[in-house]
Structure formats: C-alpha cells, structure tokens
C-alpha cells in the first residue's frame, strides 16, 4: 500500500515532460493497452493524439507502471482504460486518478451478466472480451458516446466514424461464426497456452481450454498437464496454439506429452491474444488480429 501511495504522490507531482495542453495542438488520449489505442483511433481519427501506455506485444497481467507511464497519465486530457482488473496493478491508480482526471472504463458498456466470472471475488472476472466481438462492440459504442459526453463538438464525426466501425465489427462477427460452424463439425477443440479464448468459445459454440488460468501469473500444474494431453489424444486434436505474449515452454510440454503417447499434434501460432502486432502488420489493428488468429485457428484444425 505504501508503494501504492508513492505511485500517487508522483504522479501528481511529477514535472510535465509532454507538452502542456496549451502547448498541443491536438488533445492528447492515454490508453491502456494496444487493442484498446486502436478502438479509440478507429473512433477519434485525427481528432485527438492516441497514446498507449503497453507497446505491441506486452503482456498487461505483467505490466508494471514506469515513470514515463505516470508522466503520460499526469499530463493525458483523457484516459481511457479496459476495466475488469486486465490492468492488474493499476486498477489502484485509475481509482485515485479520478479525483483530477477524465477516465472512460471501456468495459463499463458491457453488462454484468455478460461476463464470464471465475469465482466469487471481484477480480475474478475473465476480461478478455474482445475475443467476443459483438462484446467489443458494445465496449466501442460505450466509449463513444463517453467520447462524446467528454468533447460534444465532436459529436458527429464519432458517431460517423462509429457507425461505419460497428458495420465493419458485425462483418467480421459474421466471418468467424461461419467458420467456428466448419470446426464445430470437425469435432476440433482450441487448446491454447492461458485460459484467454473463453468469450471466443462461448460466442461462437467452440470448445476451448487453456493451460494456465485467466493470468499468465499463474503456474499449470502435473495434473493440468496431464489432463490436457489425454483429453487432446482421446478427441484426436490436431494442434494446439502457442501465443504472441507468453513462453511457448508449457505449451511445448503439452506436445510433447502427446508425442510420448504417439500422437501427432502441430504446435501452431502464435496466436494474439492480449495485445496486436506491430502497427502496419497483419495483426496490427483490431479487425486484422481476430482475422489472423481466425486463418490460423481455421488452417491449422481443418486439415
């Protein structure tokens, strides 16, 4: 708690190293995580500096605040951060942030009873939505319209800029149905490294299971272990996917316990899962990850 509060006490007096908002020709937007800065830019265009705190391909159950972090968070004219604890540590200063901030919590727009819960505590919230992309949408509509609460003037070019993001959201929750329906059929499973496609399975009817928890924090065991490859040999699994953000270590163990048990398993991937690719790839907007991990899941169970 002390580490907390002297997280705080510089964050609020930490000399300004960004320009001022005098300074800016543009406001400037802080977000948390990369999936997160490329909603907000499909929704503010040129209208505003979008900033993440978490570059492509960092792991947000592990980050760690940095002062370049509390600089950007002092001096953003608007935060906007995920919710449902996918910030880990920094949920305490998004608390305290409000006290002199504009905050949009992204995942605010979904309902209670659409989240999948994990146990009776308050954090035990799987917050990967995304991976549901009607749930993304909602998420997307709620930061519009708290976009436009913040800046009214901007009203019509978010609504614009939103509606032609939830058509283009709705053809791509199309696109994945179709093809989740081709691996139902194919009796397939997706097996991955951590337990982050479950609003994915729920979605679109597919089985999923995940070595690790929700967080990468935590640690598969033996048991875990050993029931992923009997389950994997006895369904006739034809891969399993490693992910862009974690060690591909545990998941390499699973492949090589159905190898001990002569069965042939493709370890595939990486998959995204908690962050896009680098800006300008494939996987480097929203839209483009679901579609890329979609061709690899796809290609790599239906052979």
Same mark, same amino acid.
């Given at each position: ?82 919710? #449902?604890? *996918?910030? @880990?540590?920094? !949920?305490?200063?998004?608390?305290? $942030?409000?006290?002199?901030?504009? =905050?949009? %919590? ?102 999923? #299971?995940? *070595?690790? @928890?929700?967080? !990468?924090?935590?640690?598969?065991? $033996?048991?875990?272990?050993?029931? =992923?490859? %009997? ?73």
């Amino acid at each position: 708690m002390k580490k907390l509060w002297l997280i705080i006490s510089i964050l609020f007096v930490s000399s300004c190293k960004f320009e001022s908002t005098e300074e800016r020709s543009k406001p400037l937007i802080v977000v948390t995580t990369s999936i997160l800065q490329d909603g907000v830019n499909q929704l503010v265009g040129d209208l505003a500096e979008v900033v993440s705190l978490m570059p492509a391909g960092v792991d947000p159950h592990l980050y760690k605040a940095s002062v370049r972090d509390l600089d950007l968070l002092q001096n953003a004219d608007l935060v906007v951060y995920h919710g #449902l604890f *996918l910030e @880990g540590k920094m !949920t305490e200063i998004f608390e305290k $942030l409000k006290i002199q901030k504009d =905050l949009i %919590n992204a995942s605010a727009g979904i309902a209670q009873a659409e989240l999948i819960k994990n146990g009776p505590e308050a954090h035990a919230v799987d917050p990967h939505i995304w991976f549901d992309v009607e749930l993304w949408a909602k998420a997307m509509n709620h930061v519009s319209e708290k976009l436009i609460l913040w800046r009214p003037d901007w009203s019509s070019e978010i609504e614009s800029r939103n509606t032609a993001y939830q058509v283009e959201l709705s053809k791509l929750d199309q696109e994945i149905s179709q093809k989740a329906q081709k691996l139902k059929e194919s009796n397939q499973a997706l097996i991955t490294a951590h337990d982050a496609f479950a609003y994915f399975g729920k979605a679109y009817g597919l089985e999923v #299971l995940g *070595l690790q @928890g929700l967080s !990468t924090l935590s640690e598969p065991g $033996l048991r875990d272990l050993t029931g =992923l490859v %009997n389950f994997i040999v006895q369904n006739d699994i034809k891969a399993v996917f490693a992910e862009q953000t974690i060690s591909p270590k545990a998941i390499e163990a699973v492949v090589a316990g159905c190898t001990n048990q002569n069965h042939k398993i493709k370890l595939a991937g990486p998959l995204y899962t908690d962050s896009l690719d680098s800006p300008g790839t494939d996987a480097g907007t929203y839209v483009g990850m679901v579609k890329t991990n979609l061709d690899i899941i796809y290609n790599s169970l239906i052979q």
